[in-house]
């Protein structure tokens, strides 16, 4: 679209009012301004319009069908009727063809109260059912250890499958044959865990009913926890307590820290660690990496290892770059191990007898925690990974009063972080730690501008340079799949740009994952607004720490000091490092990504 | 994995390069899906997997495409491919009677192919050669006027050229 066209302004009537408007807008855009708010199912303001489900149509006089405002333009002197007795029978009667092939078993759906479809079907004021549809029969596909696709509940508004192409450009999901019997699935329905899904989840996340949810284990979970003869610990992400207080209803923007470490307690936890503190044992591992790799040894630039989605990618879609990503384990898995080592040998516990469990704010970790490469001994370092809604979802059916709890500590001796450790959890977050501590590790100066403004926010590619004594160096964050393909295919073609690049699979970094809370009746799935206030609450926890880089934590240094010896070192490479490899199959993102 | 001949990829990557400096090459799409299943008879996953690294459109968009035409095969199909007219006018001339035949004949039914790889059923709707009513196709060579004893004896006729 030009410019002066937007700046255009042209008449139009919404139900019998004059409006003027810009020019070159959907009718959609425009009644959004104007104060209406047509109900919608496919639309998202941030993929391609679909134009799928037809629930938002309104009546344009002169035109003879009704036309879905999503995906028309407005006009000069169009006259819109919104709200007209058969308009509103219409829309009523497209979302009952909807429900009438979808599974009437609302009540005991995972998505029930947090779905769309059931939003709507209030909404349009759906009280008695006139029609029966047919309904589908396919068998669920639990083959992937994060997400589970269950094509009867789809009612096919194509959300995920523009999420996982536009957004992600990971493109594992395509709408398959035709008509009523359409499917969205993999590539040749092959299982979800043979195709080249990441696991990010993001399908969960724009999906309006329950056809993507998390592969759940709260319920196994919930058998450890009544287990005597086990050690049952958890550690908990930074975004998970960024987002917690959703799943309670609670605006975003408040952080419960305190109160996961008491949840976590009361729901059976013997003890209660935070991966903070492991997010600050990867810094110490990957700024020594890095530096490592500035004075020649090992590739450049360095791209960070903590999203498990981009783990997955990388060795699909990118086995060329295998030798420029970190060999650190995410913070995550470093705990697990630390726990089952470390920890076990303090405090005279069988490591066999310890169960590690994650809560975490991704699906992806799932997968990760089943990873071989990540073994110890014939151990997993991490038993059992669930989501924040999951964790939500377990505190609520404990009966347990989250809202009112009082604050706890989390256990020593993996409970301390700093603030480094605190914004791992937003895009920018793990580029920033890592500056804080390289920057005084290279230069023996404390850094003391720590806040890096240039790659803070929600801008999909942000650039920063910083410069330690006197050498320039270049970093890069990348946030969400798509954007990520953007700077690795710089990458590939400048190797020397940067130095150093952040990648998080989701959008907004961890607090955006595919595990965190669904949107509520008054938001939208990934609404910036929203992830700008989980994203505000931790930065609020960093500003409040008194130890705000990495290597000043004193737990962390005891550790070094009583256990690992130095970074990098024998222990640490064993413990803290792993290494990747190319896998099938291939993953391919169109050159010109389009919308498809 | 099915071993796939390499010749006739050969041939087919021939046909996707002739394809790259037109403007929008995707959009060419169907037409090299169509010569895929020309030289190998159906769409095999394989298959399919390299047109999809030869043309950087990923594999899900392909089987997407593959599976919303009826005319693709995703299985291997029989020597001989038998389209038996279901349109109007082959069906009020004993369409029906002649699908019947060939069914009773072959011990298949329509989308399946014999056991000896000999023929495959399919049914279609119009073919174009109403006058000829009921009609049936064998490969690309249209056979009218039928009763369920001509078709017996076409089909032996086919069964004995191999």
């Known amino acids: 679209m030009v410019e002066t066209e937007k700046k255009e302004k042209i008449k139009i009537t919404v139900n019998n009012k004059v409006f003027k408007v810009p020019a070159g807008e959907t009718i959609m855009q425009v009644l959004d301004t104007l104060g209406f708010r047509m109900p919608r199912l496919c639309y998202h303001p941030k993929l391609s319009i679909e134009g799928a489900c037809r629930v938002c149509i309104v009546e344009v006089e002169g035109v003879r069908n009704y036309v879905a405002s999503c995906c028309y333009p407005v006009s000069d002197g169009m006259k819109i009727r919104t709200n007209t007795k058969e308009l509103r029978q219409a829309r009523r009667d497209i979302v009952e063809l909807i429900l009438d092939n979808h599974p009437e078993d609302c009540h005991t759906c995972e998505r029930d109260g947090n779905c769309e479809l059931q939003r709507l079907a209030y909404s349009m004021g759906i009280r008695t059912r006139h029609f029966k549809g047919e309904k589908k029969h396919y068998t669920k596909d639990l083959s992937s250890k994060s997400v589970v696709r269950d094509p009867n509940k789809c009612i096919l508004c194509g959300r995920c499958v523009r999420m996982c192409s536009e957004i992600q450009k990971v493109n594992a999901l395509g709408h398959a044959h035709r008509g009523f019997n359409t499917v969205v699935m993999p590539a040749y329905n092959m299982p979800f865990s043979q195709s080249v899904c990441t696991s990010c989840g993001q399908c969960i996340n724009v999906c309006p009913t329950a056809s993507f949810v998390e592969k759940s284990y709260a319920g196994e979970l919930f058998d450890k926890l009544n287990d005597p003869n086990i050690v049952k610990i958890a550690q908990i992400a930074p975004s998970v307590r960024s987002a917690i207080g959703e799943a309670f209803s609670e605006e975003p923007g408040k952080a419960y820290e305190g109160e996961m470490a008491a949840a976590l307690r009361r729901l059976g936890f013997d003890y209660v660690f935070d991966t903070q503190f492991s997010a600050d044992l990867t810094i110490m591992e990957e700024a020594n990496e890095f530096l490592e790799r500035v004075k020649g040894k090992g590739k450049l630039p360095m791209i960070t290892s903590c999203s498990s989605a981009w783990m997955k990618c990388m060795e699909q879609f990118y086995p060329d770059l295998i030798d420029n990503v970190s060999t650190c384990r995410s913070p995550m898995s470093m705990m697990g191990a630390i726990i089952k080592t470390y920890f076990a040998e303090k405090m005279k516990i069988d490591p066999a007898k310890i169960f590690n469990v994650a809560i975490m704010c991704c699906t992806a970790k799932k997968y990760e925690a089943a990873r071989p490469e990540l073994m110890l001994d014939g151990m997993n370092p991490v038993d059992l990974v669930v989501t924040t809604r999951e964790a939500g979802w377990m505190i609520k059916s404990a009966g347990i009063d989250f809202l009112n709890l009082k604050k706890e500590k989390f256990d020593n001796p993996l409970g301390h972080s700093s603030g480094a450790g605190v914004i791992f959890g937003v895009t920018g977050g793990v580029m920033e730690a890592a500056i804080r501590t390289a920057y005084e590790l290279y230069t023996g100066e404390t850094l003391l501008d720590i806040e890096v403004e240039a790659i803070r926010g929600f801008e999909g590619i942000k650039e920063g340079k910083i410069v330690m004594d006197g050498k320039e160096i270049r970093v890069v964050v990348a946030h969400g799949l798509g954007n990520a393909n953007k700077v690795l295919e710089i990458v590939r073609k400048d190797p020397e740009r940067y130095h150093f690049v952040e990648i998080m699979g989701c959008p907004g970094g961890c607090i955006g994952g595919g595990g965190q809370p669904y949107a509520g009746s008054n938001s939208i799935p990934l609404d910036e607004r929203t992830l700008q206030k989980r994203a505000e609450s931790l930065y609020t926890l960093d500003r409040e720490r008194t130890i705000r880089r990495s290597h000043e934590n004193p737990d962390i240094q005891r550790l070094y000091k009583e256990f690992l010896g130095k970074p990098l070192g024998p222990l640490s490479h064993k413990l803290l490092h792993t290494h990747y490899k190319a896998k099938e199959p291939r993953g391919i993102v169109p050159k010109e990504a389009k919308a498809r | ?162």
Request: proline share 3%; hydrophobic share 40%; charged share 20%.
């Open chain 2, 1 to 162: 994995m099915i071993a796939v001949d390499e010749g006739k990829l050969a041939e087919l990557k021939g046909y996707i390069d002739s394809h790259r400096n037109i403007e929008h090459p995707d959009s060419y799409l169907i037409a090299i899906l169509h010569k895929a299943q020309e030289l190998f008879g159906y769409l095999e996953n394989s298959v399919m997997d390299f047109v999809a690294h030869e043309m950087d459109i990923p594999t899900a968009h392909i089987w997407g495409v593959a599976t919303f035409y009826h005319y693709f095969n995703l299985h291997p199909v029989g020597k001989h491919i038998i389209s038996v007219c279901l349109g109007t006018a082959c069906y009020v001339n004993g369409a029906n009677a002649v699908l019947q035949a060939i069914k009773d004949e072959l011990g298949i039914n329509i989308g399946e192919t014999t056991e000896d790889k000999m023929f495959t059923l399919h049914e279609a709707r119009c073919l174009g050669a109403c006058g000829l009513a009921p009609v049936v196709m064998i490969d690309q060579k249209i056979h009218g006027g039928l009763t369920p004893e001509k078709t017996k004896a076409l089909i032996k006729e086919y069964r004995n050229k191999g």
